[in-house]
């Protein structure tokens, strides 16, 4: 470890160098050791802090609340559409008001083109820490405990790892794209060679695959973007099949929940991008499934593949709660 965690914001883990994600990894794995043995661990006792929501959660809210109380610490959940912020107050007066009350904010606002615009402006205001919860473009925690998740599969080995992110059909709702983002900048920045793979028209930004390419080029991971499926599948130790919508053709912004229509002629051109046992079998004989969750069972993924030996989700959304803890520890106690 070499820098400063205390008071800095959690956005984008681009904002971390790879040896201070690593230590995020390791003071997760220490918390869930301590977790396991029952060990109180009340590094942010009295502390109090805010999770405000602008969509839905169950993974990403419980972590949080469930985790900040194993620190000691009592965290507040606020539905946007019961705060002022649905009379139209602002983004630095929220945050500033807040600051004021507590210790730490965390915000998840997914809507395209103004989620990150606001999670930034609350941290330009901000006295205390501002967290990710998820953005339109990122989503720092999810892709965290993902790593966490592959070092225990792999026995801590990473380098050279062939993981491959895979477009999956979904008619559930339309999915962000910043699962898939911060997977694609994260992974090569720890020497994994991913695959990104998706039809024509469910491009991920060209610059994100530029970042993803340059810290694949630096830390010694590749990047290959296909619309391949099937290669992508083939000798993969990971792959990670999941839905995002199409932020390419349907920019629909700040559309109320429910105003955006989810399934069109041009996704269901593509239902057959579902995971399947038959495609997991190219894959490596030990290759693990992934998937953030909530997954679109039988759309995105067959039952017999998210229920199947390969699977891991539910281990991956446990890890959710240690990385929690580990980001809130270092954030707001570390050094
Ligand atoms: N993976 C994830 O962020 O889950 P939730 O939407 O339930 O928080």
Redesign the pocket.
Known sequence: MQTVFRGRHFIDLEDFSREEVETMLDVSADLKLKFAQGIPTPYLRDQSMFLMFFE??????NSMEAGFAQLGGHAGFLDSSSMQIAHGESAKDTAIILSRFGHAIAC?YCNWGYGNKYLNEMAKWSKVPVMN??CDLY?P??ALADILTMKEKFGGKLDRLKVSIIWAYAESHKKPIS?PVSQVLLFPRLGMDVTLAHPKGWELPDWVVAKAKANADRYGGTVTVTDDEAAAYRGAHVVIPKNWGNWVNDQTGNAPAGAVKVVDDALKAHRSWKCTEEKMAAADKNVIYMH???ADRNNEVEDSVIDGPHSVVYDE?EN?LHTAKAVMTLLMNGR
């Open positions: 839905q959660s169950t993974r990403t809210r998840r919860l998820q989503h925690f999810q699962v953030a969750l909530p959304a959710r």
